[in-house]
C-alpha cells in the first residue's frame, strides 16, 4: 500500500512513552523504537541494527542511546552509533539507523516518517482541545484489524449509528439529519444535525438535558489527512439556539499499522478548572464510549476487511449513499496527495 509520507502521524499517546524504557510500535509497515532521552525528548529510530538487524527494541537504554541486544552496538537519537565495544572500538561510517522527527504535542507523540527536511510543526492539525496544561485527558486506545482509511469512513459518516448503535449513540432520527459537506483546502467537514430527536439515555446525561427531552443534535466532524479526526458533538432542547448547549471535542486519531491493520487513539477532555470532578466526569464517558467503539464498531470493521480481502476499495465499485458524501470527499483528497507526492518524489 502507498502512504501518505509527507505529514505528522500519531504514534502514542505521550504516557506510552515512558522514562528509562524502550517502546516499540509498527506503523505504515515499519518497526520503529521509541525512548525518551533524559532530558525528556521523545526520539524514534527504526527498530532494527545496522549490523546484523537484531531488533533494537529488544535491547536496553543506556542514558541516551539504544543498546543492541545481540553484539552491544549503540545508537543515539540521531540513529548514529555512538560505542562499538568490539577491537578498538572504532565505529564504522555506515553504522547508523533512520532516525526519525518526533514532536510531543496535544498529549500526543507525533511522527513524520517522509522527508525530514519538510518536518513543519505547524502542519500538526489543532487538537488544543488536548493540551495537557488545559485539559485533563481520558485517553483510550484499540487496535483495528481493518484498514485505517475504513476507520476514517466510519467517523465521517455517521448515518450508521441508528443500525449499529441503537441504544448506545443512535435513534430513529438519525436517517433524517440534515447533512452537509465543505472543504477548506485538504480539510474535510462534515455537518450533520438531527431535529427533535430523542436520543439514548447515557447521552443526556453527557448533554445535561432531561431524559426525554426531544432535542436538536449535531455531531461536526472535521478531518485532517491522512486521518486525523475532531468530532464535536452536543445537543439543545428543541428549538434552543446552539449557543445554550453543551459541545464536545472527541479527538478520533487513526494511523495505519499496515494494510490491514490500524492504531485508534480516543479521548475525552474536560478542562482542568474542573479539578477531580472533571476527571471523573472525562472518564467516566470516554469508557462508556469504549463501549459501542469496541463492542459494535470494531467487530463491523474488521468484519467488513475481511470481505473486501485484499483488493482495492475503488476496485469494488461501492454503492454510494448521501451520507457517503463527506468520507468520499476525504478520500479523493487522500488519494490526491499521495498521488502529488508520487509525482514529484518525496
Not at 545496522?50 to 545508537?75: M, W
Not at 455517521?158 to 485538504?186: C, F, M, N, R
Not at 455537518?191 to 436520543?199: A, K, L, P, S
Not at 490500524?262 to 462508556?288: N, R
Amino acid at each position: 500500500m502507498t502512504y501518505l509520507r509527507n505529514t505528522w502521524y500519531v504514534a502514542a499517546w505521550d504516557e506510552e512513552v515512558k522514562p528509562e524504557a524502550l517502546f516499540s510500535r509498527r506503523l505504515l509497515g515499519e518497526a520503529l523504537v521509541f525512548f525518551r532521552e533524559q532530558s525528556g525528548q521523545v526520539r524514534a529510530l527504526a527498530d532494527r541494527c545496522a549490523h546484523r538487524f537484531a531488533p533494537l527494541s529488544k535491547g536496553t537504554l543506556c542514558n541516551d542511546a539504544v543498546r543492541c541486544p545481540y553484539h552491544g552496538l549503540e545508537f543515539d537519537g540521531e540513529g548514529q552509533c555512538t560505542r562499538n565495544p568490539h577491537g578498538n572500538g572504532a565505529i564504522p561510517k555506515a553504522a547508523q539507523v533512520r532516525a526519525y522527527p518526533v514532536v510531543e504535542k496535544y498529549s500526543v507523540i507525533w511522527i513524520w516518517m517522509g522527508d525530514v527536511e519538510k518536518a513543519d510543526e505547524t502542519l500538526i492539525p489543532d487538537f488544543s482541545c488536548m493540551d495537557p496544561q488545559r485539559f485533563y485527558v481520558a485517553k483510550r486506545y484499540l487496535h483495528a484489524r481493518a484498514n485505517y482509511v475504513l476507520e476514517s469512513d466510519n467517523i465521517l459518516d455517521l448515518s450508521h449509528i441508528q443500525y449499529l448503535h441503537p441504544t448506545t449513540l443512535g435513534s430513529e432520527d438519525v436517517s433524517s439529519a440534515i447533512t452537509k459537506v465543505e472543504q477548506d483546502g485538504s480539510t474535510v467537514w462534515s455537518y450533520r444535525q438531527t431535529v427533535n430527536e430523542i436520543m439514548p439515555a447515557f447521552l443526556y446525561d453527557a448533554m445535561g438535558i432531561p431524559a426525554d427531552t426531544p432535542v436538536d443534535r449535531w455531531t461536526d466532524v472535521r478531518w485532517d489527512a491522512p486521518a486525523n479526526m475532531l468530532l464535536f458533538a452536543g445537543a439543545v432542547p428543541t428549538g434552543r439556539p446552539r449557543s445554550e448547549g453543551r459541545e464536545t471535542a472527541l479527538p478520533h486519531l487513526f494511523t495505519p499499522e499496515t494494510e490491514t491493520a490500524t492504531h485508534y487513539w480516543f479521548s475525552f477532555p474536560m478542562p482542568v478548572e474542573m479539578g477531580v470532578l472533571g476527571q471523573q466526569i472525562a472518564q467516566g464517558q470516554v469508557s462508556a464510549l469504549a463501549v459501542p467503539f469496541t463492542e459494535e464498531d470494531l467487530p463491523m470493521l474488521e468484519a467488513q476487511q475481511l470481505a473486501m480481502g485484499d483488493d482495492d476499495f475503488w476496485s469494488l465499485k461501492p454503492v454510494l449513499l448521501p451520507g457517503d458524501a463527506a468520507a468520499i470527499r476525504a478520500r479523493r483528497v487522500l488519494d490526491g496527495l499521495i498521488a502529488k507526492e508520487k509525482e514529484v518524489g518525496l
